[in-house]
């Protein structure tokens, strides 16, 4: 799935189209309720207005030199239910045309300047059903509003060079292979009602833990249709399915501080997620993860090595490497307005070592399975029509690639297929599918803990630090990622809170810890690894722009997978939280079970 853009409940998400200039509508569907497109309406409204824009004259203004049509037929299912009961459940039904206009050429045009990408908006809403009349007519309105918007910004952008220096010309947009790609779209059976039950029983085993304050379950399901057809020639119809199950849970420790942890299941096909009894033992361990970090003690500093176990070191990687290897471009600006414009940590490094000699790097969207086990993150053409080839990216620790889109960047002019975001400026965004993080020279999960202590004991440490888990995907609340933003330096793409921290002693014992965050780990640091584990984890998450990949935020996503061994790093430091903490509630939680009087 290049780019789903329907994980948000029905409301937020229809929220979020209508932010970006989108209409929305929506009726009561089921993702199995998606017509089967043996006649397909929409493809031949999108070819046949696609071909009457080319043949329109434009006398004496700009001529579009690029048209593209794209449009999402989704149907989705989202459930939320808390103990046992049900908090929701609303089936809806979208479709979100897109469309883009280019005017210029190649190497100017009307993107990548700060006012560019607030074209084709439109009065009419798109149709649900499958009427061509309509069909064309939108996407009629919708060329002509993104043509003129085109027009007017790029005098705009034209007027804004004539007051700064370029040092360097970039072409805006590389010439694209056309592809065509007409997958069969078949309806997976789904029953709404079956995974109704299902969250209502999974969120159920949070009633054996009466200490948690909060806790919830969501499903959601996911049939989408995609289309893109261009006028280069490209024309792709490809089925996007994708299915998720999140459980979030969170207490407040004696002291106040929210202590909280979440477990997340995924799939691209309806039926492939755990079964039943696996995820209700990981629901279990988190709300038993919780209550624990509510009785640990916090740890005030730590400087040594640390050791990153299993998941922790697919979500570090996913966050230092994976979220630091899409090059962004500065938009051309007026003179002397302010702004802001992330950049990669990796930037200008290519050749540079940034791992241990013994480790690669690839990313390998074509990869469907992993040890028997479908991968996340595999898709066969991104979103601006570009089929993913394997590509390496670190080798033996140094690297030697980015994750480019179709728009070119410094040093780099041509796509390689990892265009899976809208982004900014009239460009999309570039994000990873399968990364692999290989170690050619590894040893025991045993002997490297060993190492670590090995290393403590030089230093005269009484303890080392082993991380498990870390809050990525967060589940945090808005105003408390914004909290933990305000503290965090040192990167530019900042790392998510340590969840799951243990004190590891000489002596075999382990003691949970609570309220760190990291100081100055970031990209830069990868290249301190000491030593990696012969055995691999797999990760698998939603990414979204927002930092932390905060679950629910940002209106677009992609599915992802990381597989990657535990790493031991030397010289990191961990610093105690200094915040103030929400008194704990006055009254006690209710009793979970129904008093005798009710019986």
């Avoid at 592809?179 to 789904?190: D, K, Q, T």
């Avoid at 408390?480 to 014992?509: C, F, H, K, M, N």
């Avoid at 509630?585 to 009087?597: G, H, K, L, M, Q």
Wanted: hydrophobic share 40%; net charge neutral; charged share 25%.
């Amino acid at each position: 799935m290049n780019a789903a853009r329907w994980p948000l409940p029905a409301l937020a998400l229809s929220a979020a189209l209508f932010a970006q200039g989108v209409p929305a509508q929506s009726v009561s569907a089921s993702p199995q309720s998606l017509p089967a497109h043996d006649n397909d309406t929409i493809l031949s409204a999108l070819r046949d207005e696609l071909k009457r824009s080319l043949t329109i004259k434009f006398d004496n203004l700009e001529k579009p030199y690029y048209i593209e049509y794209s449009l999402d037929d989704a149907a989705t299912f989202n459930a939320m239910a808390s103990v046992g009961g049900l908090i929701s459940s609303a089936p809806s039904r979208f479709r979100a045309p897109s469309v883009q206009v280019r005017v210029g050429s190649y190497n100017f045009d009307n993107t990548n300047y700060v006012g560019s990408g607030f074209g084709g908006r439109t009065d009419m809403s798109p149709p649900l059903d499958d009427n061509y009349s309509v069909l064309r007519r939108y996407l009629w309105l919708a060329t002509d509003s993104s043509y003129k918007a085109a027009v007017q910004t790029i005098a705009r952008k034209r007027s804004a060079l004539k007051n700064v220096t370029q040092s360097e010309v970039i072409p805006d947009f590389s010439e694209g292979k056309p592809i065509r790609r007409i997958e069969p779209v078949r309806a997976e059976p789904f029953a709404p009602d079956d995974w109704v039950e299902k969250i209502r029983a999974l969120s159920a085993v949070c009633l054996k833990y009466p200490a948690l304050a909060n806790s919830l379950v969501e499903v959601q399901a996911i049939r989408n249709v995609h289309y893109l057809v261009t006028s280069e020639g490209a024309e792709i119809r490809v089925p996007e399915n994708v299915m998720y199950i999140r459980a979030r849970a969170s207490a407040q420790a004696p002291d106040g501080m929210l202590m909280r942890d979440s477990a997340m299941f995924h799939a691209l096909k309806f039926g492939q997620l755990p079964v039943d009894a696996d995820m209700s033992r990981q629901i279990a361990a988190m709300a038993e993860n919780v209550l624990a970090l509510t009785k640990a003690p916090i740890e005030e500093s730590y400087n040594g090595p640390i050791l990153f176990e299993g998941q922790a070191s697919a979500q570090l990687f996913a966050q230092a490497l994976g979220r630091n290897l899409a090059l962004n471009r500065k938009p051309v600006t007026e003179p002397g307005r302010p702004g802001s414009f992330s950049s990669s940590e990796l930037e200008g490094r290519i050749g540079a070592r940034i791992l241990p000699e013994w480790m690669d790097v690839v990313d390998d969207p074509t990869q469907k399975e992993w040890r028997g086990r479908p991968l996340f993150g595999h898709y066969t053409v991104d979103m601006e029509g570009v089929e993913p080839e394997p590509l390496t990216i670190v080798e033996k620790g140094v690297l030697k690639n980015f994750l480019l889109t179709r728009r070119p960047v410094k040093s780099y002019r041509k796509s390689n297929g990892r265009a899976r975001m809208p982004g900014n400026f009239g460009a999309n965004t570039a994000a990873f599918g399968n990364l692999f993080i290989k170690a050619t020279e590894s040893v025991t999960p045993a002997a490297l803990k060993t190492q670590m202590l090995e290393i403590c004991k030089t230093r005269e440490k009484p303890y080392g630090i082993i991380v498990r888990k870390m809050d990525f995907p967060s589940s945090a609340s808005f105003d408390e990622a914004r909290r933990i933003l305000g503290q965090l330096t040192g990167s530019s793409q900042p790392i998510s809170l340590p969840l799951l921290v243990y004190r590891a002693y000489p002596d075999g014992r382990e003691e949970l810890v609570r309220g760190m965050r990291f100081k100055g780990l970031n990209a830069r640091s990868l290249k301190d690894i000491l030593a990696a584990s012969n055995e691999n984890y797999l990760f698998e998450f939603l990414d979204n722009p927002a930092p932390f990949a905060i679950m629910g935020a940002g209106s677009s996503i992609s599915e992802t997978a990381v597989i990657a061994p535990s790493v031991l790093i030397d010289d990191l430091e961990l610093q105690k939280i200094e915040q103030e903490y929400p008194k704990l509630p006055i009254v006690p939680a209710p009793d979970p079970e129904p008093s005798r009087a009710a019986r």
